[in-house]
């Protein structure tokens, strides 16, 4: 059974989600395969996926951050929804997260606070950039968003 209206999940959501460069690997599958999160908060995200999956289901993530560590969780899928055949991949998934430790909470919560600090407005096409710091001063990470989705880009400055 799928909730054809993620827009639902969203009136009943928590936490705020935000936009940010996440990257995902569902922990018992056999493929390699990272998948790049869409929006993330501290009850849980959504991201696009080929594997088959069902609402309900019970999946062990790992999540690899901005600052390059790495979170394990089990979550829940708490809706699906298919994606149009000409769509790169299958599915638009939300995850509830199950069982986040007290310290990774506290380590996602601090990502979520960074992840939106600077941001130049963008005019018609053109792209919007944000600055992050991370824990390291001598290394910056710069996002860059277009207006119509989100396309990590990581530059590293060793100053």
Known sequence: MTQSNPSQ?????QYPRVRVAVDCKFVDSPS???LT???ISLGGMRLHTNHTVKVNDKIRL???LLDNTSIMCTARIAWLKPLPLWAPVKHDVGFQFLDLSDDDLRHLANILQVSPTLVNAAIGGHFTFKLLSDTMKDRLLIEQINL???VPLRLAYAG
């Open 37 to 39: 999160v869409i929006d």
């Open 62 to 64: 790992e999540l690899i």
């Open 9 to 13: 999940a969203a009136n009943r959501r």
């Open 32 to 34: 390699e395969e990272y």
């Open 148 to 150: 119509s989705g989100f």
